[in-house]
């Protein structure tokens, strides 16, 4: 009984710290993750990894629509750090985004809890750490969101279901590479890939011959596109970053840098062990890892080729993502179908063009959005508005628009009104392909394709079941344009996946506004929110 009442007890704890209040029939999960440096050797060299609980990678979070996730870091690295949740939309609370622009970092030593809501949401996300280049240590980990019991789901209970990161590696440590980015140069190609942690024929999965399971897929690497495929085998795309989509058969997967994906795979062939592989897109130099999908009652170990994929093709890529559409039938985390909003019939309010460049500024390498360099400010972004700090940001500061200028250094923020009805296009004039993500929001692909994006191009718009998600890519020499409703208040990272390039400055915040002090719109800081740089001594 003392337990249960200090259980209890910690619940409303946590409730109070929340300073909101919580409907008592969402649930909650509890972490405690303790976060270290640890010697690993992914690809058969020692190197510095960031571990949780001492895993590489990280643990999996298991949780329900709308469940509580409240999770406790504790920070044994001797610098700051942060852990951010690639896809949770922090519903009116981006506070808990995890990024500088919102979270102060966990001081070495210490401790900060996450309070995170998995508020209308289902779906396959990940979570990796955002400071410094921490994301080439590791620190990152998958994130399932389950429908909740009595909302139907478009498929069968599958016999199993496994998270499969996967994600291009250097072999070099992640402070070496952070110093050659702090001294304006670019990063070398990578070593590896890696699949769970594990470099070729590192990992195993096991299954029954005669059964489906799930397998969600998430490249947390750092640049790279990467394709994945099973010896032998085809598999059923049935969700995308939280939406049901179409079920396609596919023999093969393009996963951009920053993108999920779920599939079905059945295990209908001879008993034995098959190839599963992962190999980098759109590089002169093809770099391959293998796991293998190991039948239960495998009498056989993996043998023949290793399964190809494509390599350089755009072509092959594009069709794919075109074939992506969402479900309008099933229910997504509510029980109305998913094509009960017809976003193909609201007003755009405004038209964002964002282009991306690559140049250098005062001799070194950076890169830009509409010209500007971000460079992150003294203070979280986000307090820095609670607390009305003037000098730390102006919105603004970045155009709705490409302006022809040459590239320069800012904090750049740009404001946009609270359920506002926006489209955006992501012009790609280089010839890589990039991948962008927008905290807080899912948003739709509603097209893309090659050379300069015009008004015309608004005619191949697909305005009936365009995938809904929190990441697309951007093909070289091309252009993505999306809807999306800005029903989240809050200041939200807009970044590219490209590691690199968003730490040299491919980013910038999104800040959407309402004049409205109601926590129906926007939580107030939570009261154990930390408080650094010029807002530190302040009080919530």
């Known amino acids: 009984m003392m337990f249960r009442e200090s ?8 409730f109070v710290i929340m300073g909101i209040v919580v409907a008592a029939e969402d649930p ?7 976060v270290t440096y640890s010697d690993i050797y992914p ?26 996730l409240i999770i406790n870091v504790y920070n044994n690295l001797p610098e700051p750090f942060l852990l951010s949740w690639n896809g949770v939309q922090q519903r009116k609370n981006s506070y808990e985004d995890g990024v500088y622009g919102t979270t102060c970092p966990i001081p070495p030593g210490k401790n900060f809890t996450y309070i995170l809501q998995m508020k209308d949401q289902i779906g396959s996300y990940f979570y990796f750490p955002s400071l410094a280049f921490h994301k080439a240590a590791g620190g990152f980990g998958g994130i399932r969101v389950l429908s909740r019991p009595l909302i139907p789901v478009p498929f069968a209970d599958p016999a ?8 291009d590696w250097y072999k070099i440590d992640h402070k070496v590479l952070k110093a050659v ?26 299954v029954e011959q005669g059964k489906t399971y799930r397998f969600r897929i998430s490249n947390v690497g750092l640049q790279n596109t990467l394709n994945f495929r099973i010896q032998g085998h085809t598999m059923k795309l049935v969700e995308v970053e939280g939406t049901h989509t179409v079920q396609t058969t596919y023999e093969s997967l393009d996963v951009h840098v920053g993108q999920s994906y779920s599939v079905l795979v059945t295990m209908d062939q001879t ?52 074939s992506i559409r969402t479900n309008l039938t099933a229910s997504g985390p509510r029980p109305n179908p998913q094509g009960s909003y017809h976003y193909g019939l609201v007003n755009i309010t405004r038209t964002l063009k964002l282009v991306s460049s690559a140049d250098q500024v005062n001799g070194k390498q950076r890169y830009a959005v509409n010209s500007v360099s971000f460079v992150p400010a003294d203070t979280p972004l986000k307090l820095a508005d609670y607390f009305k700090i003037d000098g730390v940001f102006r919105v603004g500061s970045i155009s709705d628009n490409p302006t022809g200028a040459k590239m320069y250094l800012d904090t750049s923020v740009m404001g946009a009104d609270y359920r506002a009805f926006v489209e955006i296009i992501f012009e790609n004039r280089e010839n890589i392909i990039q991948s962008w993500h927008i905290d807080g929001y899912n948003f739709w692909v509603v097209g893309m394709d ?31 344009a ?20 968003q730490y040299l400055g491919q980013q910038f915040y999104l800040r959407v506004y309402t004049p409205s002090n109601s926590t129906r719109d926007e939580y107030p800081p939570p009261r154990n929110v930390l408080l650094c740089g010029r807002a530190a001594g302040r009080s919530t």
């Open 7 to 14: 259980i209890l007890g910690y619940r409303w704890a946590v």
């Open 28 to 34: 909650y999960r509890f972490f405690a993750w303790n």
């Open 43 to 68: 690809l058969g060299v020692r190197q510095q990894g960031i571990l949780i609980n001492g895993q590489f990678p990280g643990p999996d979070i298991y949780s329900v629509t709308n469940e509580n």
């Open 160 to 167: 199993g279901d496994f998270t499969v990161l996967i994600g």
């Open 181 to 206: 980015l702090d001294r304006g140069h670019k990063l070398p190609f990578p070593d590896g890939i890696l699949i769970n942690g594990k470099g070729s024929n590192g990992t195993y999965f096991t």
């Open 271 to 322: 008993a034995q062990d098959f190839y599963i592989a992962v190999s980098t897109r759109f590089t002169s130099k093809i770099l391959t890892a293998t796991g293998v999908l190991h039948y239960s009652n495998s009498g056989k170990a993996v043998s023949g080729p290793i399964p190809g994929g494509p390599t350089t093709e755009i072509d092959f890529s594009l069709k794919q993502a075109r």
């Open 450 to 480: 090659g050379g300069q994006w015009t008004p015309e191009s608004r005619n191949q718009y697909n305005l009936r079941d365009a995938i809904s998600r929190c990441t697309t890519q951007v093909y070289p020499k091309s252009w993505t």
């Open 482 to 501: 999306i809807y999306m409703s800005l029903d989240n208040v809050g200041m939200w990272n807009i970044r590219s996946e490209f590691w690199a390039r």
